[in-house]
């Protein structure tokens, strides 16, 4: 579809506004030829809107039977997206779900009080080297949602909503902003988005929600008259309209946000809650290990293993 025209062209721009409230520098990780790049959770900032956990997965290249190979573990009290820009990866969850994530795609996992799943790169027809490069992210959730039955949706790369025109191509990926609904339903109000800016385009951030961040994938913008560099992450203060302008070369960038909760979260290992509790008995759940009557499940298929509780 064609750019929201209803979008104002003269939102004040990176030079005309100062509007940055925290720039955050990821710490990288390297997991053995695969480099994973955190900004959420960050000292200064545990959340933007209820987005709670932010990762860069590469880029990589992953040989023929060698890549991701994440084993079963668990979640509760939370929401995540795998967001692919290339590559495949194997997703198995203990709700039955065996489905592989493809890039532009959309595979939403409600954990509520608990579920199991495992990521891997395991396709046995794969003969050639596989670019791989994408975001895993964690939305928290609501405290009445806390405690509801795990879930999982898909929705394909061609159902969410793609906003097109002077110099940017916008995919929706969750919630609601610029006047577009993304498909997949979600528990708090929230806004996740992919754009792709030629050189100089500028996209302004939705200004119907508390909370709003950006993530420079590849390239680099312009903000509050500063050039910000791939591999960074910025948040803005509450209610001023910023726009953020493509460098000379073109940028991909991320913008996530929505209404802040109710309060803070706890955040141990695979696990958030409102409540130090919560986390403890989720942390019992998994260490006793009853697959077939306990809180936690493995996921059918990839029930041989799974990684044990961290000894801290």
Same mark, same amino acid.
């Given at each position: 579809?064609?750019?929201?025209?209803?979008?104002?062209?003269?939102?004040?721009?990176?030079?005309?506004?100062?509007? +940055?409230?925290?720039?955050?520098?990821?710490?990288?990780?390297?997991?053995?030829?695969?480099?994973?790049?955190?900004?959420?959770?960050?000292?200064?900032?545990?959340?933007?809107?209820?987005?709670?956990?932010?990762?860069?997965?590469?880029?990589?290249?992953?040989?023929?039977?060698?890549?991701?190979?994440?084993?079963?573990?668990?979640?509760?009290?939370? %929401?995540?997206?795998?967001?692919?820009?290339?590559?495949?990866?194997?997703?198995?969850?203990?709700?039955?779900?065996? %489905?592989?994530?493809?890039?532009? %795609?959309?595979?939403?996992?409600?954990?509520?009080?608990? $579920?199991?799943?495992?990521?891997?790169?395991?396709?046995?027809?794969?003969?050639?080297?596989?670019?791989?490069?994408?975001?895993?992210?964690?939305?928290?959730?609501?405290?009445?949602?806390?405690?509801? %039955? &795990?879930?999982?949706?898909?929705?394909?790369?061609?159902?969410?909503?793609?906003?097109?025109?002077?110099?940017?191509?916008?995919?929706? $990926?969750?919630?609601?902003?610029?006047?577009?609904?993304?498909?997949?339903?979600?528990?708090?109000?929230?806004?996740?988005?992919?754009?792709?800016?030629?050189?100089?385009?500028?996209?302004?951030?939705?200004?119907?929600?508390?909370?709003?961040?950006?993530?420079?994938?590849?390239?680099?913008? $312009?903000?509050?008259?500063?050039?910000?560099?791939?591999?960074?992450?910025?948040?803005?203060?509450?209610?001023?309209?910023?726009?953020?302008?493509?460098?000379?070369?073109?940028?991909?960038?991320?913008?996530?946000?929505?209404?802040?909760?109710?309060? @803070?979260?706890? +955040?141990?290992?695979?696990?958030?809650?409102?409540? =130090?509790?919560?986390?403890?008995?989720? =942390?019992?759940?998994?260490?006793?290990?009853?697959?077939?009557?306990?809180?936690?499940?493995?996921? @059918?298929?990839?029930?041989?293993?799974?990684? &044990?509780?961290?000894?801290?």
């Amino acid at each position: 579809m064609s750019w929201n025209p209803a979008l104002d062209p003269h939102c004040p721009t990176g030079d005309e506004v100062d509007a +940055i409230e925290t720039v955050i520098v990821p710490r990288a990780r390297d997991l053995g030829g695969f480099e994973v790049r955190r900004a959420l959770p960050a000292p200064r900032r545990q959340m933007v809107g209820p987005f709670i956990f932010f990762d860069q997965m590469g880029p990589a290249e992953f040989l023929p039977t060698r890549g991701m190979d994440v084993r079963p573990h668990p979640h509760i009290g939370l %929401a995540t997206i795998s967001y692919l820009f290339r590559g495949r990866m194997h997703h198995r969850d203990s709700l039955g779900t065996d %489905a592989w994530i493809e890039p532009g %795609a959309v595979n939403w996992m409600v954990a509520g009080q608990g $579920i199991t799943h495992s990521e891997r790169t395991d396709d046995s027809t794969q003969v050639d080297p596989m670019p791989f490069f994408g975001i895993q992210t964690w939305v928290a959730l609501p405290k009445d949602h806390e405690d509801r %039955a &795990p879930e999982f949706e898909h929705a394909a790369a061609d159902a969410l909503p793609v906003l097109e025109g002077e110099g940017k191509s916008v995919r929706l $990926i969750l919630g609601n902003a610029w006047g577009e609904q993304a498909p997949v339903k979600t528990a708090s109000e929230m806004f996740y988005a992919d754009a792709v800016l030629a050189a100089g385009a500028a996209i302004p951030l939705p200004d119907n929600h508390e909370d709003r961040g950006i993530y420079v994938v590849e390239g680099e913008v $312009i903000v509050a008259g500063e050039t910000f560099e791939a591999g960074r992450m910025m948040v803005f203060r509450p209610g001023d309209r910023v726009s953020v302008r493509a460098g000379p070369g073109g940028a991909r960038v991320m913008l996530l946000g929505g209404e802040t909760l109710e309060g @803070p979260r706890y +955040i141990w290992w695979n696990f958030v809650a409102s409540s =130090k509790e919560r986390i403890e008995e989720a =942390k019992e759940a998994w260490r006793a290990g009853d697959w077939q009557n306990g809180r936690f499940h493995l996921p @059918p298929g990839d029930d041989a293993e799974f990684i &044990p509780l961290p000894e801290r």
